[in-house]
């Protein structure tokens, strides 16, 4: 079974989600999931990420992303959730409209 790392440099090697397994982000690979199955993993997932000291810099990273690239459970976050709050941030013009949010700006939005 793969894990995420916990041999990574960075703020990745504080994150509480070291060492679990992948599929409680991501979901299963080998098999389809039920919509409860779904509901419960996330909800785990999401409870790690509300104790994670690097919350912050985990959903920063992910937001940087492209949305074809973003997948999964990060910085506590689902996909649908992340895209819902770059909307708003646009909307409030916290962040560009009109090209893709930047580290720094995104770390101070999500500080403040």
């Not at 999931?33 to 996330?42: D, F, I, K, N």
């Amino acid at each position: 079974m793969t894990s995420i790392s916990s041999s990574t440099s960075g703020w990745e090697q504080h994150a509480a989600c070291a060492g679990t397994p992948i599929e409680l982000w991501y979901g299963p690979d080998e098999r389809p999931e039920s919509g409860h199955e779904a509901y419960w993993r996330r909800r785990h997932a999401k409870n790690i990420c509300a104790r994670c000291p690097v919350r912050t810099e985990c959903l920063a990273d992910e937001l940087i992303q492209s949305r074809a690239d973003q997948h999964g459970i990060r910085g506590g976050m689902t996909p649908r959730e992340r895209e819902q709050l770059l909307a708003t941030w646009r909307r409030d013009g916290l962040i560009p409209a009109d090209q893709p949010p930047r580290d720094p700006v995104l770390v101070r939005t999500l500080i403040a």
